[in-house]
């Protein structure tokens, strides 16, 4: 609990620009400014330990002296007698997602009122993130914060079996191939619910990178609509 580094992967090494021996039995300032410090990891750190985890974005720097945003998830970890002996911590480095951020603040007025006030849901992705994400768009996959949808894969609310067809529907936009721009396929919302989903991709260009830009529907009650009707149909169908 003292912020001495007892271990640490790879990924979290490399995000660093470190090598693992360079990093175990360090202190945890490191990977932090004075001010990020005093800013944001001391009272992020504090709320770990009063409410047992936390999440939340925290400043880092790495070992060639350039700072970045991550999103950090902190649990305690106890002992055998239960009393804590240490914190463990994941880091996501979100340069990227905030750069899409600061990409649609700085974009025209008129796509920033489409992107938010749509009546469809649009996200932003690049491989298997969401990078930005409207009201609309959460309010299918059944979220409140961005922040959280976001940091889920793609892939995770997709039905398992429509997963690697999406898997390599992504692949192929990743590659600016879009035969195929249009996927139905089924999710499970965040409140367990299936629903059936329409997607319809296409490329979108910020700062130079490429992004793809899905526009979804909902196409449950559309679907249950017409069900009903041919089945009743079927029912009244002269012998």
């Known amino acids: 609990m003292d912020g001495t580094i007892r271990f640490c992967n790879q990924a979290w090494a490399k995000m660093h620009g470190y090598q693992i021996y360079e990093i175990v039995g360090k202190n945890l300032s490191i990977f932090h400014t004075g001010e990020q410090m005093e800013m944001d990891v001391v009272p992020f750190n504090d709320l770990v330990v009063k409410n047992g985890a936390h999440s939340g974005e925290v400043g880092h720097i790495k070992k060639d002296g350039t700072i970045f945003m991550t999103w950090m998830s902190t649990t305690i970890l106890k002992d055998k007698n239960g009393k804590p002996a240490g914190l463990v911590g994941i880091a996501r480095d979100i340069t990227e997602r905030n750069r899409t951020k600061e990409a649609l603040v700085a974009s025209e007025e008129k796509y920033r009122r489409l992107f938010e006030d749509s009546i469809e849901g649009i996200g932003i992705f690049k491989a298997d993130r969401f990078t930005a994400a ?106």
Do not use: C, M
Not at 167 to 196: A, T, V
């Open 134 to 239: 409207n009201k609309a768009l959460l309010d299918i996959f059944g979220y409140s914060e961005p922040d959280e949808f976001v940091n889920i894969p793609l892939t995770y609310h997709v039905a398992l079996e429509y997963r690697n067809l999406f898997r390599e529907k992504i692949r192929e936009w990743g590659r600016g191939e879009f035969s195929s721009s249009r996927l139905e396929y089924k999710i499970f919302r965040r409140d367990g619910q299936i629903r059936d989903i329409e997607v319809s991709v296409t490329q979108l260009i910020i700062q130079g990178e490429n992004y793809l830009q899905g526009i979804f529907r909902d196409l449950t009650d559309r679907l249950i609509a017409e069900s009903a009707l041919q089945r009743s149909q079927e029912k009244y169908r002269p012998l």
